[in-house]
């Protein structure tokens, strides 16, 4: 026995059947509706005319000359066959008879369709169309639309059951809305695999929009000739009394129907659904009904278009305010990855999903039901395979990619947005496996045996629920999903783009920054050795000792360290008070009088380097040419805050040599006069008056912090005078250090403390060999050994419980890898190592 399926039903020519149903009569004439070519066999006793040959005749002649005029101009009004010319209730005065007529025009034939009127009812369909689209004009969702039409056709055609039947992408169909007689089962959610309805029937369901069974047991018509001169059938595809394949009647049979009527729902050109009515007695539709019935096809589905696009202009609205939101947040963003990972949860609002992650640079973020980071990289490896540059979705990845089957607990469906045009950057959306039940209206797998049509089919006998259940698969994203998922993708192109360009400026802005900065460590080195030949040389004040000098001398050069320490800082900036009193401190006793006054106030660290440079150039000009350089000279830094929130800071000099503006500027003037408005977009203004400088700088208010309303003038802190203590009486010490003098003056230092015993090594084996044969009271590492770090010494000291302190001029020691402990800056003092060391626990 040979076996066939429903696809069998695609090789059925239902376009030239050759015959017409049982309800209306066809003759078909030349093109200009003269002369008979063909007729349908019951055509004169459908018409009551007198039994003679048709084909040959003049139309005139059988209809007589009036009827064919009205014909011909019906003909001209219809323009295109799926718009035919209608005549509805015509009474033929020659056979004193009510007919509904239509003509059309197609393939060189005029085709003229003949139907008893209806005794009753208006003569026009216009009240029809108006009850039915009048009732639906203020639904508001397509949900609403889809429920209502059902019921409303119903009532008005008074069909048995009319049913929405939507298609999916695979051409199978579905049932989403329903009215029926009570006594009758329901198909409501029932599924119809795509071989129900065979894809030449789907293309005339797009030319010829309502279509009529009236009897699918009814008797067929043959037309007459069935091949033209040149050997061609009737091409029916527009007729409405074209004859039904006996297929599907046999179809329609099966499920116990008579007769039905469906009107396509063609949306944006393509074909979404039908409207589906069943009866179970013959009947055949009106041709005001049917005219109706097809004005509220096209009606439903332009409101369902309208409504439709409703949605997904709401949708798409909210998605602009959102992503907009987001868009302005990254306007200064240089790590799209970070960023887009602190919104992730939001994102889970813009697409419906149970999970979502982020692959930027080679770096994974995910929130909720997402894979690990391990899988990520497959993931995204993948993901540049399939996205094309274009958003790619599936419901069952594992049917694509079977290595994600391990992690189907997390996930089945993804929605991937790629974020660049090459394949780097994705973002992905996950939903969960759905496990569902699918009612079939019969096996939508079973296979027919030949009938008695041959091998073309025997359709389906059985409509019995057949369920389904499946597995792997997530919910299906909707084309509103898609669409917000492309809107995501066009707005985080442009995030990642304005990082990779904010990166690039930034980067050029560093190298020349850095390049400003070299200079300026080779001016500012000159500089403090010259400052230091300047100290050193400066003659003994009258009546003063060797010893004064050189307390002298060392708390200038200490002074001077740190303010180039504070300078340099670059992690969590600091106080201005402190960098101008840093900066000042070497002059305060040797020059002329310094008054610093203003509000507490943090620069970052950004500002505060950049202010360091601008201060320290200032004051060491000072301190060359101007008010610092004579014991008469006054020197003022003042500054406030102003409406906008910036820091202006006034300095200004009086009191020293005239001053005469530069005839050329070097590097320090010009460091001064742009390094503020270039690196914080602030302001720097200088003037040369005769009586001393002006110098006015704005610091913008993003890079300050204000921590009080105002303070009085402050002095720099005044070291307490008078002679050490000794913590240190009778301790043993390890002093780590690979500097010999800096080893030598520490020493020293140590001894002046009290220490009994100081144990110098240079390097880390050389501490440990020490530590393994004793162990100290305490002991001083200096961090950077060269080559290594003295965290080895550290972590042994630490196991044998001996306290000790790093002596550094790092401000982090993690940049060395090193653990944080005690810490003593350098260059220190004898003032400050006792200070130090009697902060240690375990010490005093």
């Not at 009737?234 to 599907?248: E, G, N, T």
């Not at 055949?284 to 332009?302: D, K, Q, T, V, Y």
């Amino acid at each position: 026995m040979t076996t066939v399926d429903l696809t069998n039903c695609d090789r059925e020519p239902i376009h030239i059947p050759g015959s017409v149903q049982p309800h209306g009569c066809m003759i078909v004439c030349d093109a200009e509706a003269v002369t008979i070519r063909r007729h349908s066999s019951n055509a004169s006793a459908f018409l009551g005319l007198k039994e003679f040959e048709l084909v040959g005749r003049r139309l005139e002649e059988v209809l007589g000359g009036p009827v064919v005029h009205e014909m011909r101009n019906a003909l001209a009004r219809s323009g295109v066959p799926s718009r035919a010319g209608l005549m509805p209730r015509y009474r033929l005065p020659s056979l004193d008879r009510e007919f509904d007529i239509s003509i059309h025009a197609f393939k060189g034939n005029a085709i003229i369709e003949f139907e008893k009127s209806v005794p009753a009812g208006p003569s026009s369909p216009l009240e029809f169309a108006r009850t039915l689209v009048g009732r639906l004009s203020d639904v508001t969702t397509p949900a609403q639309l889809i429920k209502n039409a059902a019921r409303l056709l119903r009532a008005v055609l008074q069909y048995d059951r009319v049913m929405i039947y939507q298609f999916a992408p695979d051409g199978s169909g579905k049932v989403v809305s329903e009215a029926k007689r009570p006594d009758l089962e329901s198909f409501m959610g029932q599924h119809f695999p795509a071989s129900d309805i065979p894809q030449q029937a789907r293309q005339l369901y797009l030319l010829n929009p309502i279509r009529v069974v009236s009897d699918s047991s009814g008797e067929r018509f043959p037309i007459m000739p069935v091949l033209d001169a040149a050997g061609e059938p009737l091409d029916l595809s527009y007729a409405h009394l074209r004859s039904v394949s006996p297929i599907h009647c046999e179809y329609l049979r099966n499920m116990g129907v008579s007769a039905s009527m469906s009107v396509s729902i063609i949306v944006d050109g393509a074909l979404w659904g039908l409207i589906a009515c069943h009866h179970y007695s013959p009947r055949s539709l009106s041709m005001n009904r049917r005219i109706a019935a097809e004005i509220f096809g096209e009606f439903f589905a332009l409101q369902l278009g309208a409504l439709t696009q409703k949605q997904m202009l709401l949708a798409a609205e909210r998605a602009r305010d959102f992503l907009n939101g987001l868009l302005s947040s990254a306007a200064h963003v240089t790590d799209a990855s970070g960023f887009l990972g602190q919104h992730l949860a939001a994102f889970r609002n813009l697409v419906e999903s149970d999970g979502v992650g982020v692959w930027v640079n080679g770096e994974w973020r995910a929130e909720g039901s997402a894979p690990p980071a391990e899988f990520a990289g497959e993931l995204a490896a993948f993901a540049g395979e399939v996205c094309e540059g274009r958003i790619w979705a599936t419901t069952a990845l594992a049917e694509a990619l079977p290595a994600a089957r391990a992690h189907a607990e997390q996930f089945a469906g993804l929605l991937a947005i790629p974020l660049s045009q090459i394949p780097r950057d994705y973002l992905f959306f996950f939903r969960r496996e759905l496990v569902h039940m699918i009612e079939w209206g019969g096996d939508p797998n079973k296979t027919y045996a030949s009938g008695p049509h041959g091998d073309r089919l025997t359709p389906r006998q059985s409509f019995a629920v057949w369920k389904e259940t499946v597995a792997g698969h997530s919910k299906v994203w909707s084309p509103v999903e898609r669409e917000l998922a492309e809107s995501a993708r066009r707005t985080l192109i442009e995030v990642v783009l304005r990082q990779s360009e904010l990166l690039a400026d930034e980067r050029n802005k560093a190298e020349i920054r850095q390049k400003m900065l070299n200079q300026e460590l080779n001016h500012r080195v000159k500089n403090i050795l010259a400052l230091i030949k300047s100290i050193v040389a400066h003659p003994l004040a009258e009546g003063a000792t060797i010893e004064a000098y050189v307390t002298s001398l060392k708390g200038r050069i200490e002074a001077l360290a740190i303010a180039h320490d504070q300078a340099m800082r670059a992690s969590g900036g600091g106080l201005l008070l402190d960098l101008i009193n840093a900066e000042a401190s070497p002059y305060r006793t040797s020059g002329g009088t310094i008054t610093v006054r203003g509000p507490s106030v943090s620069l970052d660290a950004r500002a505060f380097s950049v202010v360091a440079l601008v201060i320290h150039e200032l004051i060491t000009n000072a301190a060359k040419y101007g008010a610092l350089s004579v014991k008469t000279g006054e020197l003022t830094v003042d500054w406030s805050v102003n409406a906008g929130g910036d820091c202006e800071i006034v300095w200004q000099e009086r009191g020293g040599p005239p001053v005469t503006p530069p005839s050329r500027q070097g590097f320090g003037s010009i460091l001064i006069g742009r390094s503020i408005p270039y690196d914080l977009g602030g302001r720097s203004d200088v003037s040369f008056e005769p009586q001393g400088i002006t110098a006015k700088l704005c610091i913008p208010a993003k890079f300050v912090r204000w921590t009080e309303d105002a303070a009085s003038p402050e002095e720099a802190p005044v070291p307490v005078k008078g002679k050490p203590g000794r913590p240190l009486d009778g301790k043993r010490v390890l002093l780590v250090e690979d500097q010999f003098i800096i080893a030598m003056d520490c020493e020293d230092m140590l001894a002046t403390l009290g220490a009994s015993q100081v144990e110098v090594c240079a390097n880390v084996s050389e501490a440990l060999s020490f530590l393994s044969r004793t162990a100290p009271d305490l002991a001083i590492l200096d961090v950077n050994l060269g080559s290594e770090t003295s965290e080895p010494i550290g972590n042994r000291l630490r196991e044998l419980g001996v306290p000790f302190l790093f002596a550094t001029g790092y401000d982090d020691l993690a940049i060395l890898g090193v653990a944080e402990a005690a810490t003593l800056r350098k260059p220190y003092n004898l003032a400050a190592l006792e200070a130090a060391l009697r902060r240690l626990p375990g010490v005093v």
